[in-house]
């Protein structure tokens, strides 16, 4: 059934994420309307639903887990896979993506990478697996393990 790889937040997500939903609940509350409260809610829901949960690797696909569906990543024609350097992440861009609300997900750009998906909780355990059209970040708990794991599907 392939090897599952977990995810844990760090600490500035665990932050963010409590700041700006005790804040926009709070918004919320103080303005007294149901209707700013449910866009509030299902916001947040939406947030979390999308912020990934582990990671599966099967048939020679990456498979990202989330509350709202799933994110299949080919690793066909992969050209790299490492450890992200403080290089990669130089110049980086926000395209559509969460800055630290329940994690870093979403499209990113930076310098060195050039545009990336991201699928990132833990900053410190990035992943980037570059192919030969795409480039995607993870953040294993387990970087080795993942790592290990991608050098034998491929």
């Known amino acids: 059934m392939g090897?599952?790889?977990?995810?844990?937040?760090?600490?500035?997500?665990?932050i963010i994420s409590a700041a700006i939903c005790v804040g926009l609940l709070w918004v919320a509350a103080v303005l007294h309307s149901v209707s700013v409260g449910i866009a509030v809610l299902l916001g947040l829901i939406a947030a979390y639903g999308y912020s990934p949960r582990r990671y599966t690797i099967v048939h020679r696909t990456i498979i990202v887990k989330r509350g709202i569906g799933e994110v299949r990543v080919p690793l066909e024609?992969?050209?790299e896979a490492r450890r992200v350097t403080a290089d990669d992440l130089q110049g980086r861009v926000r395209l559509g993506a969460s800055g630290g609300l329940f994690g870093y997900y979403g499209s990113f750009r930076t310098t060195r990478l050039g545009r990336y998906m991201s699928y990132v909780t833990d900053r410190k355990n990035m992943v980037v697996l570059i192919g030969a059209s795409d480039t995607t970040v993870f953040s294993p708990d387990d970087v080795e393990g993942f790592l290990s794991a991608i050098r034998t599907e491929v």
Do not use: G, H, M, P
């Not at 090897?3 to 665990?14: G, P, Q």
């Open 77 to 79: 024609n992969l050209r």
């Open 3 to 14: 090897l599952k790889f977990s995810v844990s937040y760090d600490w500035f997500a665990k």
